[in-house]
């Protein structure tokens, strides 16, 4: 194999200076996974006990104040104590910037007033463990919005970010796992990097069916699927715009769909080089169907 040219080269992180990189990815990983799960901890089992109704509040896992909230007013009965002017006044700053702020507040008041949450004792040790959870789930979201804010002042990460489907994690997993991007002269070489490339197996006079090889990174891989698979849910883009054209025969055929998905991330993948390669932001830019036949006059 080494005659032949057939080998890889490894790249050591210290010495490309990745090293860093890589870390700031995997520890946004583990943190945003763990603060996934604390969630769900709460979703299933404090909440439902103490104030199950507040779980129609919650908009998106990137925000804080829902945690900082309920941590101060962990069960309704907390809330009633006062009437609805102190409760707001008392709330102002907790809540945060928010459109219709007194509307929100007064939703809530109004919500806890009807709650079937547990008449739980605020000074009781059920109470201090459901805050003790709170105050983690807080504590991980300081830590991932630390990350992200270091994440970036790296090289690329704004050209990466003006990409649809690419968000914080995905361009520092793509950083962290491909490296410098404009050492591949090709984006055919990224490809292969990445295992999504087009292999056939043949043996004889045995010729397989052609799929993507699955021998380059699987952590880069993984990461550029899915976001083509959130860039397929955004507004009108080119990515979205293939994958409608190339499910288009058949809409409800699974096995289409996952050829679509994979034709999205090696299209993600070309863009991911491109970008950063020619060091410009994304364009939106959407394909045609190639013209065919005769130019009428």
Not at 86 to 93: L, N, Y
Not at 214 to 219: D, E, P
Request: glycine share 6%; charged share 25%; aromatic share 10%.
């Amino acid at each position: 194999m080494l005659e032949i040219g057939a080998v890889q080269f490894f790249h050591d992180p210290l010495v490309v200076g990745t090293a860093d990189i890589q870390e700031l990815s995997k520890t946004h990983e583990i943190v945003s996974r763990s603060k996934t799960e604390l969630w769900h901890r709460i979703l299933t089992h404090y909440l439902p006990l103490y104030f199950p109704e507040a779980e129609r509040f919650h908009r998106s896992s990137r925000t804080d104040w829902l945690l900082a909230f309920i941590e101060k007013y962990p069960t309704p009965t907390m809330i009633t104590t006062m009437n609805q002017e102190a409760f707001i006044a008392d709330t102002w700053q907790v809540v945060g910037k928010k459109v219709s702020k007194e509307r929100l507040l007064s939703d809530i008041y109004a919500t806890a007033e009807i709650s079937v949450g547990l008449p739980v004792h605020a000074g009781s040790d059920a109470v201090r463990m459901f805050r003790l959870v709170l105050a983690e789930g807080r504590s991980l979201v300081r830590q991932r919005n630390e990350i992200e804010a270091r994440a970036v002042e790296l090289p690329d990460y704004q050209l990466l970010t003006t990409i649809p489907g690419i968000g914080p994690i995905n361009a520092m997993t793509i950083l962290a796992e491909a490296g410098d991007l404009r050492r591949f002269r090709h984006h055919r070489q990224f490809l292969k990097f990445c295992g999504m490339d087009l292999a056939t197996v043949q043996s004889g006079m045995f010729r397989g069916q052609s799929r993507i090889s699955k021998y380059g990174n699987a952590r880069l891989r993984r990461t550029l699927w899915m976001a083509g698979q959130t860039a397929v849910l955004k507004r009108t883009n080119s990515f979205r715009d293939k994958f409608e054209r190339y499910i288009s025969k058949d809409r409800h055929n699974a096995h289409l769909r996952r050829k679509a998905y994979t034709a999205i991330a090696a299209k993600m993948a070309r863009t991911v080089h491109a970008v950063v390669k020619h060091g410009e932001p994304y364009r939106p830019f959407f394909e045609g169907v190639s013209p065919g036949g005769r130019t009428s006059f």
